[in-house]
């Protein structure tokens, strides 16, 4: 497939007349010398959104097996485009072929998954209450709720995920399965393969003749195309993923509207790590040896990554500190994704040294090219993290901080202390429980998934899984950004009271045609 460094608009591809942008290889530090992109205009974000809109009503009445059958199809064309995506998100991100090989499965994975939801129709939610004409003082009406798509979302794809959470990633998915037409705003750290991804899906759309405006892709800023994207009466949704200052920075376009709308938006965590001290003596080393791991891998550039360990302080803390420093020393250094995010790494590792009562242990092998990150570990006292709120900040890569705990008391104060969180860790031994078991509910108030006994790093896509938490890991801790469920942000309920047999939307209906189990006068049914 030949890159134009054109925006997919409807079925067009279309020359953003705004800057120039090139993509950028940060291996080489270079830009990529051709395809130039067009950046899009504010005219181009409204053509894109007005489609969108044009196609909402049509594209959520298309039968399920339609909508499953788009979403199988986009796999498909991922698939075919073979080597040559992996070879493009190769040059544009530094990420290794390996990773992109399992990022490219998991995307296509998460659409088909997400085409099983569609079919299996229980995110509909039909629920049904008959009606109780005899009732005193005043009768029921016959009510009926389904949910409906919510509207054209607007995604923002992330620079994290060329694949999985871009333009055909996570929230595309959930937003096509749910009815909703999709404009993505590609990230400018992977130009390339947003167009070859974003050229599959409107090629599919049209082998199907799905309307048009069913998928449109932007490419430009953010300040200008994305305020723009978000700004847009059409959009009534909106997937993020990326920094709290860009998260935030949209949550307030979104909410300055006059139809002010939701942004489900996955910011910033640091994903604390308990070592609770039976774990610790027990098997220190081998925590130690899996918490530098996870703290590495991919650069640290997961949103999941482990920012933070917990423990209290002695002989087995300090064997652990060790350990990991050791363990940590051997690491390579590896290339970030962007030279902005490189140096803000830079920024948040100096940043880190220079707090008072917070000391470097361990570093890893210096770099040998243009963007590529050491890994750096800190260790500081609960004190000095209870009283330096940037303690709490996300550093994007490789650096983590031990906090020393003089006893019990201080490990939960710290866990109290946190901000949401995407993930919470325990490391624990059977004879930790009566600890653990005062830590769970601390943090099932701050975090979205708790783990036992694991590192924070990996986010099935599943049904179970949460993706998500309280601010300012997430805009709406009500939610989930990753696994099936993360379908419900797409989706709004609405009732039908009283509505004649042949008015009612299918999954309502007395004869059940799309066989559902629905909720009928409160109990689950198939019926
Ligand atoms: P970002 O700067 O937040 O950008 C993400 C996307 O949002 C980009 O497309 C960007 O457009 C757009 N955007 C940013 N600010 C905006 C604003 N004020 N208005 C409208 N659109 C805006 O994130 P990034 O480029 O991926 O990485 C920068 C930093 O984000 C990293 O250093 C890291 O701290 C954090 N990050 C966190 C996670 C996580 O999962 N926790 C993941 C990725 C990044 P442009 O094309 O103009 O940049």
């Known amino acids: 497939m030949q890159i134009t460094g054109d925006m997919l608009i409807g079925r067009l591809a279309v020359r953003g007349s705004d800057k120039p942008l090139h993509a950028f290889n940060p291996s080489t530090g270079e830009e990529i010398a051709a395809p130039v992109f067009g950046s899009g205009t504010a005219e181009n974000v409204t053509a894109a ?176 195309v994305g305020e723009a994207l978000v700004a847009h009466p059409a959009i009534k949704a909106v997937g993020f993923t990326g920094s709290r200052a860009g998260g935030t920075s949209l949550m307030q376009v979104a909410a300055r509207r006059p139809e002010p709308i939701p942004v489900y938006a996955e910011m910033s965590s640091i994903n604390p790590v308990f070592l609770l001290p039976n774990a610790l003596a027990t098997r220190g080393a081998a925590i130690a040896q899996g918490f530098v791991d996870s703290l590495v891998l991919g650069a640290g550039q997961f949103c999941t990554n482990p920012g933070l360990a917990i423990g209290i302080d002695g002989a087995e803390l300090s064997k652990f500190i060790e350990t990991a420093s050791a363990a940590l020393s051997a690491k390579p250094a590896q290339t970030m994704l962007t030279s902005g995010i490189y140096a803000a790494y830079q920024q948040g590792e100096s940043r880190l040294a220079a707090i008072e009562g917070v000391a470097p242990v361990a570093h890893g092998i210096e770099a040998n090219g243009p963007t590529q990150a050491c890994a750096a570990l800190f260790v500081t006292d609960a004190k000095t993290f209870l009283a330096k709120a940037e303690l709490e900040d996300e550093v994007f890569g490789p650096a983590s901080t031990i906090v020393r705990c003089k006893d019990a008391q201080e490990l939960a104060a710290v866990a109290e202390h946190f901000v949401g969180q995407l993930t919470a860790t325990i490391q624990m031994d059977r004879d930790d429980l009566p600890a653990a078991k005062s830590l769970v509910p601390i943090l099932e108030r701050k975090a979205g998934r708790i783990l036992v006994n694991g590192f924070p790093t990996g986010v099935e896509v599943s049904h179970a899984m949460v993706h998500g938490g309280p601010f300012p890991a997430t805009s709406d801790s009500r939610v989930t950004s990753v696994g099936t469920t993360s379908i419900e942000r797409f989706l709004r309920p609405v009732c039908y009271q009283d509505f004649p047999a042949d008015l009612l939307p299918e999954a309502l209906s007395d004869a059940n045609p799309l066989d559902l189990w629905r909720r009928r006068d409160g109990e689950i049914v198939r019926g």
């Open 49 to 224: 959104c007005e489609l969108a809109q044009k196609a909402f009503d049509p594209y959520r009445s298309l039968p399920l097996a339609v909508r499953a059958e788009f979403l199988e199809r986009i796999a498909d064309g991922i698939a075919g485009l073979g080597d040559a995506l992996i070879q493009r998100a190769q040059e544009e991100s530094g990420l290794p072929k390996a990773r992109l090989e399992g990022e490219r499965g998991r995307t296509m994975s998460q659409l088909k998954l997400f085409a099983q939801v569609v079919r299996a129709g229980q995110w509909l939610a039909a629920t049904l209450d008959s009606p109780l004409p005899e009732r005193k003082p005043l009768p029921r009406s016959d009510l009926r709720m389904q949910k409906i798509a919510i509207g054209p979302v607007a995604v923002f794809g992330a620079s994290n995920f060329p694949l999985a959470f871009s333009v055909a990633g996570g929230d595309t998915a959930a937003a096509l399965a749910a009815g909703c037409p999709v404009v993505v705003k590609a990230h400018s750290a992977h130009l390339g393969t947003s167009e070859m991804v974003g050229r599959v899906i409107q090629q599919v759309a049209k082998d199907m003749d799905l309307p048009e405006g069913v998928f449109s892709m932007i490419v430009g800023a953010g300040r200008t």
